[in-house]
């Protein structure tokens, strides 16, 4: 019920997290970052009842094509129709999707289990490369808003999302890239080691990027060490500490070991195989999807232990006095130092 509730609280605030079965690493890698999203509300914002219902008076032109069609077997209701084709050029629907500007197909496809919104085509290409390329402005905005967020810097012979949309004369969508990740993505550089200021723009132009590089820092900066919306924050803390101690009760999560007990235990053997080989490795042939999550809990332990996962809003969320942020971020702690006892008996 917590889990219907928080992604209920996400989607009617416009983050779209996906439907995959509940993990420890989905929590961390998509939920945490929704939560600090939602930390990032404007105070008097209002909860809107819908993701997006269509487009914008700026976003006309949007085809809507038989993608849409449902399939008429009750347990595929919400898979677009041609989800899993892929095309003579590798590319997925969500590709294809994306470079038609079909933003409610995205955000059907976005929602599904297991969508991978860094997915390639054969030379590369990722669909917010497909949006930028082809000005799908609505899409490259859906694909901001996801979460876990699309990788920006991404490069297919030197060219970047925010190459390619410069180079196509996109520049409501290069201002949006830039504004969402900051002054960052103007130290990428293309094949002839041009950043995306050195290429053919006018000098009012260059003053508008420049702006928005501005604005992406500041937001970051915001974000790492303020929260602007203590309620929406508190409520989402609250329904991931109660997530988090419930699914560690269900599945139970490696705990810490004594160096006497560590030939007996699994947790060591799972953190020493996970050194040693990757997690595909470790599990390959295995059919017990409940190993095979613990293995991945495993790996998302070590994660939080090595410092990844916690991104930008790790300061705002760690200083927070919010009862129940205080408590999520307790049992981040505590799943840190598990993890780094048991790497400590290695």
């Known amino acids: ?137 609505a899409c490259v905005e859906v694909l901001l808003r996801h979460r876990p967020a699309p990788v920006l810097n991404n490069q297919v012979g030197g060219v970047s999302p925010l190459h390619d949309a410069l180079l196509n004369k996109h520049m409501d969508i290069a201002k949006m890239l830039l504004e969402h990740a900051g002054s960052v993505l103007l130290q990428q550089t293309d094949r002839d080691g041009r950043t995306a200021l050195d290429l053919d723009l006018t000098t009012s132009e260059r003053e508008e990027l420049l702006h928005s590089t501005q604005v992406g820092d500041s937001s970051l900066q915001i974000a790492s060490n303020e929260v602007l919306n203590l309620p929406f924050l508190e409520a989402g803390s609250c329904l991931l500490a109660t997530l988090m101690l419930s699914y560690q009760r269900e599945r139970g999560l490696p705990g810490r070991v004594q160096p006497s007990d560590k030939a007996h235990s699994l947790g060591y053997k799972l953190v020493r195989a996970l050194e040693e080989h990757s997690l595909q490795r470790v599990t390959t042939g295995w059919s017990d999807q409940r190993a095979v999550r613990l293995v991945e809990d495993t790996e998302t332990m ?45």
């Open 302 to 346: 070590l994660g939080l232990c090595r410092g990844r996962y916690l991104g930008q809003l790790w300061t705002a969320l760690r200083e927070c006095k919010g009862d129940n942020t205080v408590l999520l971020m307790a049992s981040l702690e505590e799943l840190k130092s598990r993890a780094e006892a048991l790497q400590a008996v290695l």
């Open 1 to 137: 019920m917590a889990d219907a509730i928080f992604k209920n609280l996400c989607r009617s605030n416009g983050f779209t997290v996906g439907d995959d079965p509940l993990s420890l690493k989905k929590m961390v890698m998509s939920y945490l970052p929704a939560l600090g999203s939602l930390a990032q509300s404007p105070p008097d914002a209002q909860t809107r009842t819908q993701t997006r219902t269509g487009p914008t008076s700026q976003e006309t032109s949007i085809s809507t094509e038989s993608s849409l069609v449902r399939e008429t077997n009750p347990e595929k209701e919400n898979t677009p129709r041609g989800l899993n084709r892929v095309n003579a050029a590798g590319e997925t629907l969500l590709h294809r999707a994306c470079k038609r500007n079909q933003v409610e197909t995205v955000l059907q496809i976005l929602a599904l289990p297991g969508t991978d919104v860094n997915v390639k085509d054969y030379a590369g290409w990722t669909p917010l490369h497909e949006a930028c390329n082809h000005g799908s402005t």
